[in-house]
């Protein structure tokens, strides 16, 4: 059954038969229909029986939700009976059935089940939404029965997606098809399919959207006038009973480049006017707005900068024109020279987003966000966690994740992010007692903000097991204590079922990222690649260009001294934090490049050369990719032939992916280098 068709069946309440062959809807994602043969009697006597307490768009969307997912998912549909499934918010539930619920916080839920009566309860209505959706997702998981009692809320309170989708339909760094949201010029979206997308989002606990590509330059400038707000609004009334706000990604230089003010000085009072009048105009089309992204001062897009004010000045000038509306400026930290002299050494790219908004503590608006990438370069395979995190204390902001896969495969090679995302959780910033990522995540960072990895792709992500990576955003944005595996194993149950096939997936998603990183670029080596493309192996590529040095290899050695002596860098984190990255000794080794240069003869943790962990890094990378295709093989005949022969092809290409870069980088270090491979597989020529 191809992925149309099967959507066009479950859509008509058509409940699918497993026998020996799995069916699964790549347009589905992670909402299969399974059948009750894992539910008991009793539980499906209280579904059939769906009482919605309360009135409201969102809550009576929680209804048509639920309804909707036990029909579509489990072929169960309502009747009157003596159990039932009770959903309201917590206080009207306490009241009217003589509950004690304890108050959760915003968003956040409660699911009890006794013999004859389920409860979702909301803190407020979204969160009854939420609620309902972790429900249906247990059903299938095996995690309800009597007696089940589940309280959850979300780690952050903002959980966003960025999409980098442009007016022409294109998306950059987009690796499924084109734009959901635009074509030729023009918003042009398909409403069930934007709803279909909504429902996956909200399913995660996604809670804000931008829609429109961050390096905004001339052509959006047009999403806030009255030509296109009318169709903006429309979207944002797919998304609003979903629980998401929009968000815009504006041009800061928007006054001028609309032809109606002469400047975007932020201190000018006729761009403070503009803006506010401007401000108003959208949100009379949309209410409920979150507000504005804004990318100003990098890569060539206008900003603050070029009128001699601060990135302080700049954003506070646009939130005091969104504050009578409730909105917010996320305003992003990915601020660097991109125009630099490779033959300066002092110039260090990593110290730039600290350099530029650390002194700048305490200078924005209640209402301003800095939206900080986790690492200070640019989503590489390896960098460490930005020393913002932890030190900012006066500032709201959020981290932000790449879900789109730039340097991890682009959606041909598999490359599971969850698992670098639990790395990122378990840092310590050492500032404090519960100072990870992930005990700061709520308390001081407020949540996350993660580039798309969608499109029009009729499995929405290009390949198919790249799924796993939105889902897992959306799960460890609301739970940051969730493993990758227990990730991988919910979603690979979720898509697959209980069967071979989930656990084989299960197994090839967490061998995925440690794999790609092997045949890559290991031990915090950076920009190993083809520029622009930011695909395949180009080991000088970015080395002697305006955007910076990533490497420095010579006949010698290798890496970045980023201690006290060379760069500065290690001085950004704690005190205990930087002792351990100037240390050679202590680093960790992955790493240890990012931090030290070092001689191609250093000897690693396991007694063997740097210059010898490189060659094997890439030999076992290439190996290990053979292997996860063959276990895909083993699947065959297991799986509907459409999911199979399309997850085969992806994994055919990365093997050639990873020969390539095999290939390319042990070789680029034998002749750089003239040392050979100890176990002597190179093939010099």
């Given at each position: 059954?191809?992925?149309?068709?099967?959507?066009?069946?479950?859509?008509?309440?058509?409940?699918?038969?497993?026998?020996?062959?799995?069916?699964?809807?790549?347009?589905?994602?992670?909402?299969?229909?399974?059948?009750?043969?894992?539910?008991?009697?009793?539980?499906?006597?209280?579904?059939?029986?769906?009482?919605?307490?309360?009135?409201?768009?969102?809550?009576?969307?929680?209804?048509?939700?639920?309804?909707?997912?036990?029909?579509?998912?489990?072929?169960?549909?309502?009747?009157?009976?003596?159990?039932?499934?009770?959903?309201?918010?917590?206080?009207?539930?306490?009241?009217?059935?003589?509950?004690?619920?304890?108050?959760?916080?915003?968003?956040?839920?409660?699911?009890?089940?006794?013999?004859?009566?389920?409860?979702?309860?909301?803190?407020?209505?979204?969160?009854?939404?939420?609620?309902?959706?972790?429900?249906?997702?247990?059903?299938r998981l095996g995690g309800i029965s009597p007696?089940?009692?589940?309280?959850?809320?979300?780690?952050?309170?903002?959980?966003?997606?960025?999409?980098?989708?442009?007016?022409?339909?294109?998306?950059?760094?987009?690796?499924?098809?084109?734009?959901?949201?635009?074509?030729?010029?023009?918003?042009?979206?398909?409403?069930?399919?934007?709803?279909?997308?909504?429902?996956?989002?909200?399913?995660?606990?996604?809670?804000?959207?931008?829609?429109?590509?961050?390096?905004?330059?001339?052509?959006?400038?047009k999403l806030i006038t009255e030509t296109y707000?009318?169709?903006?609004?429309?979207?944002?009334?797919?998304?609003?009973?979903?629980?998401?706000?929009?968000?815009?990604?504006?041009?800061?230089?928007?006054?001028?480049?609309?032809?109606?003010?002469?400047?975007?000085?932020?201190?000018?009072?006729?761009?403070?006017?503009?803006?506010?009048?401007?401000?108003?105009?959208?949100?009379?089309?949309?209410?409920?707005?979150?507000?504005?992204?804004?990318?100003?001062?990098?890569?060539?897009?206008?900003?603050?900068?070029?009128?001699?004010?601060?990135?302080?000045?700049?954003?506070?000038?646009?939130?005091?024109?969104?504050?009578?509306?409730?909105?917010?400026?996320?305003?992003?930290?990915?601020?660097?020279?991109?125009?630099?002299?490779?033959?300066?050494?002092?110039?260090?790219?990593?110290?730039?987003?600290?350099?530029?908004?650390?002194?700048?503590?305490?200078?924005?608006?209640?209402?301003?966000?800095?939206?900080?990438?986790?690492?200070?370069?640019?989503?590489?395979?390896?960098?460490?966690?930005?020393?913002?995190?932890?030190?900012?204390?006066?500032?709201?902001?959020?981290?932000?994740?790449?879900?789109?896969?730039?340097?991890?495969?682009?959606?041909?090679?598999?490359?599971?992010?969850?698992?670098?995302?639990?790395?990122?959780?378990?840092?310590?910033?050492?500032?404090?007692?519960?100072?990870?990522?992930?005990?700061?995540?709520?308390?001081?960072?407020?949540?996350?903000?993660?580039?798309?990895?969608?499109?029009?792709?009729?499995?929405?992500?290009?390949?198919?097991?790249?799924?796993?990576?939105?889902?897992?955003?959306?799960?460890?944005?609301?739970?940051?204590?969730?493993?990758?595996?227990?990730?991988?194993?919910?979603?690979?149950?979720?898509?697959?079922?209980?069967?071979?096939?989930?656990?084989?997936?299960?197994?090839?998603?967490?061998?995925?990222?440690?794999?790609y990183e092997g045949y890559n670029a290991p031990?915090?080596?950076?920009?190993?690649?083809?520029?622009?493309?930011?695909?395949?192996?180009?080991?000088?590529?970015?080395?002697?260009?305006?955007?910076?040095?990533?490497?420095?290899?010579?006949?010698?050695?290798?890496?970045?001294?980023?201690?006290?002596?060379?760069?500065?860098?290690?001085?950004?984190?704690?005190?205990?934090?930087?002792?351990?990255?100037?240390?050679?000794?202590?680093?960790?080794?992955?790493?240890?490049?990012?931090?030290?240069?070092?001689?191609?003869?250093?000897?690693?943790?396991?007694?063997?050369?740097?210059?010898?962990?490189?060659?094997?890094?890439?030999?076992?990378?290439?190996?290990?990719?053979?292997?996860?295709?063959?276990?895909?093989?083993?699947?065959?005949?297991?799986?509907?032939?459409?999911?199979?022969?399309?997850?085969?092809?992806?994994?055919?290409?990365?093997?050639?992916?990873?020969?390539?870069?095999?290939?390319?980088?042990?070789?680029?270090?034998?002749?750089?280098?003239?040392?050979?491979?100890?176990?002597?597989?190179?093939?010099?020529?």
């Open positions: 059954m191809g992925s149309v068709n099967c959507h066009t069946a479950l859509h008509n309440n058509m409940a699918l038969v497993y026998g020996d062959l799995m069916k699964i809807c790549e347009y589905d994602c992670w909402f299969q229909a399974w059948g009750t043969q894992h539910i008991p009697a009793s539980l499906v006597a209280m579904l059939e029986n769906v009482t919605i307490e309360e009135q409201g768009e969102i809550m009576g969307w929680t209804g048509a939700e639920l309804r909707r997912g036990l029909r579509r998912g489990f072929g169960i549909s309502q009747k009157a009976g003596p159990k039932e499934t009770r959903v309201g918010t917590i206080g009207h539930l306490n009241t009217a059935l003589n509950l004690a619920l304890p108050p959760q916080k915003p968003e956040g839920f409660v699911i009890q089940v006794t013999d004859d009566r389920i409860i979702i309860a909301g803190q407020d209505p979204q969160g009854a939404l939420y609620g309902a959706y972790r429900l249906l997702a247990l059903l007696g089940t009692r589940i309280a959850e809320a979300p780690a952050g309170s903002h959980r966003i997606i960025n999409h980098w989708d442009n007016l022409d339909g294109t998306v950059e760094r987009g690796y499924a098809g084109n734009s959901l949201f635009y074509k030729d010029n023009r918003i042009d979206f398909d409403p069930q399919r934007i709803e279909d997308y909504a429902r996956l989002l909200a399913s995660v606990g996604i809670n804000r959207i931008s829609i429109n590509n961050a390096n905004v330059r001339k052509a959006a400038k707000l009318p169709d903006v609004a429309k979207l944002a009334a797919i998304f609003r009973p979903f629980g998401i706000r929009l968000l815009l990604s504006i041009n800061f230089a928007s006054p001028y480049l609309l032809g109606e003010v002469s400047t975007a000085d932020p201190l000018d009072p006729a761009v403070q006017d503009w803006w506010k009048a401007r401000s108003e105009v959208i949100y009379r089309y949309i209410p409920d707005l979150a507000g504005f992204v804004v990318k100003a001062d990098s890569e060539f897009e206008p900003g603050p900068f070029q009128y001699g004010r601060t990135h302080a000045q700049g954003a506070n000038m646009l939130a005091a024109a969104l504050k009578p509306h409730g909105g917010e400026v996320i305003w992003r930290c990915f601020v660097y020279n991109c125009t630099q002299d490779w033959r300066d050494p002092s110039i260090d790219r990593a110290k730039a987003a600290y350099d530029h908004f650390m002194p700048l503590d305490g200078g924005f608006d209640q209402n301003v966000l800095l939206q900080i990438k986790f690492g200070p370069y640019d989503f590489q395979v390896r960098e460490p966690v930005s020393p913002l995190f932890g030190r900012l204390s006066k500032t709201r902001h959020i981290m932000e994740l790449q879900i789109t896969q730039e340097y991890t495969g682009q959606q041909i090679d598999l490359c599971y992010l969850p698992w670098i995302w639990e790395d990122i959780m378990n840092f310590d910033t050492a500032y404090r007692p519960a100072s990870t990522i992930r005990e700061l995540l709520g308390p001081s960072i407020e949540g996350l903000a993660g580039v798309s990895n969608v499109g029009l792709d009729q499995n929405w992500t290009g390949h198919t097991l790249a799924q796993a990576n939105l889902y897992g955003y959306g799960r460890l944005g609301w739970d940051p204590n969730l493993s990758a595996q227990k990730i991988a194993e919910e979603w690979s149950l979720l898509t697959f079922g209980e069967s071979d096939a989930a656990q084989t997936v299960t197994k090839l998603l967490m061998k995925s990222y440690p794999v031990f915090g080596v950076c920009f190993m690649v083809n520029p622009g493309s930011h695909y395949g192996p180009n080991p000088e590529g970015y080395e002697f260009s305006k955007w910076g040095t990533y490497h420095r290899a010579d006949r010698q050695s290798i890496g970045v001294d980023r201690g006290p002596t060379g760069t500065g860098y290690t001085e950004h984190y704690s005190p205990q934090k930087a002792g351990l990255f100037r240390d050679p000794s202590r680093c960790p080794e992955e790493l240890i490049l990012f931090f030290h240069r070092l001689r191609y003869d250093y000897r690693m943790k396991n007694n063997e050369t740097l210059i010898q962990n490189i060659y094997n890094a890439h030999f076992e990378g290439y190996e290990a990719v053979e292997a996860m295709r063959n276990d895909w093989m083993g699947l065959k005949g297991k799986l509907d032939e459409t999911v199979y022969t399309s997850v085969l092809s992806r994994l055919e290409q990365q093997l050639e992916n990873a020969r390539e870069w095999r290939d390319v980088i042990n070789t680029y270090f034998w002749r750089k280098t003239g040392i050979p491979d100890a176990k002597g597989r190179l093939v010099y020529g």
